[in-house]
Nanobody, 125 residues
Framework: QVQLVESGGGLVQTGGSLRLSCGVS????????VGWFRQAPGQEREFVAA????????YYADSVKGRFTISGDNAKNTVYLQMNSLKPEDTAVYSC??????????????????WGQGTQVTVSS
C-alpha cells in the first residue's frame, strides 16, 4: 500500500502562484499514476493533472493546461503541482491520488485506490 500527504495550500490573490506537494510513502516502486484532483463546495471532484511515477509522462485538464505543471521527484518520493496565474475558480480542496494500475482511466477519481487528506487552496478576487 501507499500513503499520501499533501501540503502547500493556502490563500493567494488572483494571478498568484502556489506549489502543492504530495509526499508518497510505502510501496512506491510499483506505482503507476499519481494524480491531482480538486473539489469545490457543492461540486463533484474533478481531474486536474496526472503523472506516471516512473516515466514522468504528464496529463492535464483543459482548464489548467498552460497554467499548472505537475512534476515528480522520485528521490524525494514527492509529486508537485505548480499552479500559476491562479483564478478564483481554482478555489477548491486539492487532493493527490495514486494507482498501481496502468489500465485505469486516469482522469476519473473513482479509478484511484489511494488518496491523501487534501489541502485547501483559496484564490481571492
Amino acid at each position: 500500500q501507499v500513503q499520501l500527504v499533501e501540503s502547500g495550500g493556502g490563500l493567494v490573490q488572483t494571478g498568484g502562484s502556489l506549489r502543492l506537494s504530495c509526499g508518497v510513502s510505502g510501496r512506491t516502486f510499483s506505482l503507476y499514476y499519481v494524480g491531482w484532483f480538486r473539489q469545490a463546495p457543492g461540486q463533484e471532484r474533478e481531474f486536474v493533472a496526472a503523472i506516471t511515477w516512473s516515466g514522468g509522462a504528464t496529463y492535464y485538464a483543459d482548464s489548467v493546461k498552460g497554467r499548472f505543471t505537475i512534476s515528480g521527484d522520485n528521490a524525494k518520493n514527492t509529486v508537485y503541482l505548480q499552479m500559476n496565474s491562479l483564478k478564483p475558480e481554482d478555489t477548491a480542496v486539492y487532493s493527490c491520488a495514486a494507482s498501481y494500475s496502468r489500465w485505469i482511466v486516469k482522469t476519473q477519481a473513482g479509478q484511484y485506490a489511494y488518496w491523501g487528506q487534501g489541502t485547501q487552496v483559496t484564490v481571492s478576487s
